[in-house]
């Protein structure tokens, strides 16, 4: 009881000794970035979230982008598996990330290969372990169903049915996957009791003690850059060299992109390999600094083991629990046009 009343007593303290700019840095903002050349529109919104659901934009008429990015499972796999599933269920060589806010991310994909939402959102749609739907094809197709070819007018009626329209429209859907309100963004605007004072304590180590924020800052939990964590032992091969398939820069070996720990109770397994089930054992792996002590070629600095016992792990992980809010509120279509 003694050391609850303790801990009680800090959270008091920590809650108002947070000042106005610290607040700020935790919560999400009310405007998301939107390009000058696919401001967003209600039109330009309903149209990606059709293609969105739609299974006829992948080859055999069975995947959609939902299937790997489902709003009822984070955004990610609607069946939880390691690795993507594709076309003829061919497995992916990485984990499906989460699309949940997306929009304020500068870098996309696990490896930060193109820059915009716009670019992302063809990819998938050509790569033959994923939906192996050759734009070359698609277009064409889609330009076949009337009422597309209608709903592409009235949201982008200079351009039409194209491959750029086509991904303005995904991308502007996308813009609007983002967090709600969590247990933790109504303790940092002054819910003293959204937070149970094992989360509190939790906060508190994964801003000092555990040094999460050096990965994991601001109101995404991520700092929007690339690390490698030591999941890997020796040499690299493939997909697992992240980065530095994009570039061969010594910097970024098997480097991958801070996933957001938003909502991240609902976007299991972890990592982008998905070797990890649980919100504790990727803490503690985090905590101990990766999985191997030698012999990981260019492990973040970050990486270290930071000698936290179990109720320490346990209580950042209770504070982690606390960033998941309600499922956007969103209906999910079930008719499309014809």
Known sequence: MKQFLLIFLFFILSVSSLSASEIQKWLRPTTVPVPQDN???QERIELGKLLFFDVRLS???TISCATCHHPKRGWTD???VTKALGFKKKRGPRNSPTLLNVAYQNRQF???RVK???????GPLEADIEMNMPLSTLIPKLNAISGYVKLFKIAYPNEGLTKESLAKAIASFERTIVSTESPFDRYIKGDKKAMSPNAIKGFELFKNKAHCTDCHDGF???DGSFHNIGLN???LQGKELGRYNVKKRAAWYGVMKTPTLRDVTKSYPYFHD???QTLKEATALCASGGRYEMDVKNKSTSMKDRELNEQEIDQIVSFTKTLTGPDLDIIIPKKFPQ
């Open 116 to 122: 915009t939402l716009e670019e992302q959102a063809l």
């Open 59 to 61: 080859r055999d008429n």
């Open 78 to 80: 609607l069946v939880p």
């Open 39 to 41: 401001l967003l529109t």
């Open 110 to 112: 696990w490896d930060g």
């Open 274 to 276: 998905g070797s990890v």
């Open 220 to 222: 995404n939990f991520t």
């Open 233 to 235: 032992d020796g040499e």
